[in-house]
């Protein structure tokens, strides 16, 4: 992409390329993370904006496909046996035809089938061998998709009264929010 004057890149059709995220206010928090990408895309020439919506209107936007650019939270590349990579979020037309049977949405291009197939076979796969395969969904996913994840892998403290019993000090901390039933507090 070539740049204009103000040395930002053009499209294909020679006007401003733009890139607006819009961000569901329900997720407040990630105003300030696409705050950082404007920033930081900004010096690769790229015009990006970021602005805050209603949740029902962003909703209403991502199930129309009307979203040019998001920011939200996919759990999948980070749960080895997850069956989604937030695909409604990306490609929800095309996350629509795979879940319907092509009944519904739209009909992906046969990488993108490939890359929906290899996703949904990870949980029939050994612990090992799974993880290795998520690997290389996430190094390829961003050669096709515009599926950018800016972290992954974050040590997350977990902060535990000392009363607490049966709190495991291993593992991942969001799997404590699924195992409250077997806590309890010392005398």
């Not at 989604?84 to 490609?91: F, R």
């Amino acid at each position: 992409m070539k740049k204009g004057a103000d040395g930002l890149r053009l499209g294909p059709d020679g006007k401003p390329f733009v890139i607006p995220i819009e961000v569901s206010s329900y997720y407040d928090d990630f105003i300030q993370l696409g705050e950082l990408v404007v920033e930081q895309w900004k010096e690769l020439g790229l015009n990006v904006t970021v602005k805050k919506i209603d949740n029902a209107l962003w909703t209403t936007k991502n199930q129309a496909n009307q979203l040019q650019a998001t920011i939200y939270f996919t759990p999948g590349p980070v749960q080895w046996a997850r069956q989604e990579w937030g695909q409604n979020m990306w490609a929800p037309l095309w996350d629509r035809w795979w879940n319907t049977g092509g009944k519904q949405g739209e009909e992906p291009p046969a990488e993108a089938k490939a890359l929906f197939q290899a996703i949904f076979t990870l949980r029939e796969l050994p612990l090992q061998e799974a993880l290795v395969k998520r690997s290389d969904i996430r190094k390829n996913i961003g050669d096709y998709y515009w599926y950018y994840i800016h972290s992954e892998d974050i040590a997350a403290p977990v902060a535990v009264n000392e009363k607490l019993g049966n709190f495991s000090d291993k593992g991942w901390g969001i799997a404590q929010n699924f195992a409250g039933e077997q806590w309890f507090f010392r005398q």
